[in-house]
């Protein structure tokens, strides 16, 4: 027996020298294109029975006791291609270990529904990059371990041709992704992602978001909002900016404020205003300063001071 076409492929127990036929033991059948049959059946030991098929084209199949696992191990070699065509359906069920290897590209095409759905954990390794594209939507879900519940990982090229959701309800269970490259997610339509509990997200470089056509909104509805930053911040806006609040507003800083105009400034307040300070307070205009209480007023210009009221008095003490 030659295995020059597949140097993966186990070796027999006759060829490893397990199993040595004893004369007399040996049976078969030889064709003149070079294929034959042979079967090694000894009662003395049964547990070594083996049998080869050989086919003139290369493709062979050995038969063997396997005596570790007491069972029949088969093993198969096809030199050429391998086609199958079931008219109905296919069932496969593998009591142990299942492993498929392809030395080249591979492909599993549906013309309905495809459901993969594992007990255990679910590992996904892709050497370049990993591109996959749907037509419609994307729904995540990932339950307890005792419910099942599905996932992906790897880095990732996707392509979305349709709304995407993102739902998860987990409770308990971990969903871990881990990339090593560059990750590009590219929706034509829209994305909802809908969390219950928390969510971290830790980016060690730099984080831009850009809304090219849109609005861009953010509502907390149960909870507070705080954003910290350790150096500097800026707000910059295009067009008008308000800063509203149904209670209180307050503005700190422990060094210098300062708050400047490019045009006309107002500062209204419907109740009481207060402004003091606890050391030095000075109000200062290139051109005038008028302080104004009803139809009384103080204006201060350069050089000159107006008062204008029905009635002038000073107090002492």
């Known amino acids: 027996m030659s295995d020059k076409n597949n140097k993966k492929l186990p070796k027999c127990s006759v060829n490893r020298g397990d199993t ?4 007399g033991y040996v049976y078969g059948e030889a064709d003149a294109c070079g294929g034959g049959h042979l079967r090694y059946r000894n009662p003395a030991e049964n547990d070594k029975t083996w049998e080869q098929t050989v086919k003139p084209s290369g493709n062979y199949q050995t038969i063997e006791h396997d005596q570790q696992q007491d069972v029949e191990l088969h093993t198969h070699l096809h030199p050429g291609h391998t086609r199958v065509y079931v008219g109905k359906g296919h069932s496969k069920q593998i009591d142990g270990q299942h492993d498929v290897n392809g030395e080249k590209t591979g492909r599993h095409e549906y013309g309905g529904d495809a459901a993969y759905n594992k007990k255990g954990d679910h590992y996904e390794g892709s050497g370049g990059k990993r591109i996959w594209g749907t037509g419609g939507g994307v729904f995540e879900h990932h339950t307890s371990p005792d419910g099942g519940g599905g996932g992906s990982g790897g880095s ?5 041709f349709g709304d995407t959701d993102s739902g998860s309800t987990d409770q308990g269970t971990k969903h871990n992704k881990v990339v090593d490259g560059d990750t590009v997610t590219k929706n034509k339509g829209n994305h909802h992602s809908n969390r219950e509990g928390d969510e971290v997200t830790a980016i060690s470089g730099n984080k831009l978001t850009m809304i090219k056509k849109g609005d861009y909104a953010t509502n907390v509805q149960g909870g507070n909002w705080d954003s910290d930053v350790s150096q500097k911040a800026r707000f910059k806006s295009g067009d008008d900016m308000a800063m509203l609040t149904d209670k209180n507003y307050s503005s700190a800083s422990k060094e ?3 708050i400047s105009s490019g045009k006309d400034m107002t500062i209204h307040s419907d109740a009481k205003n207060d402004i003091s300070s606890k050391s030095d307070m000075t109000i200062s205009s290139d051109s005038k300063i008028t302080i104004k209480v009803g139809g009384s007023s103080i ?4 050089g000159t001071i107006t008062i204008k009221a029905s009635k002038i008095k000073f107090e002492e003490g």
């Open 156 to 160: 990732a090229v996707g392509g979305i």
């Open 256 to 258: 210098k404020t300062s």
């Open 299 to 302: 204006t201060i210009e350069d």
């Open 20 to 23: 040595k036929p004893k004369y």
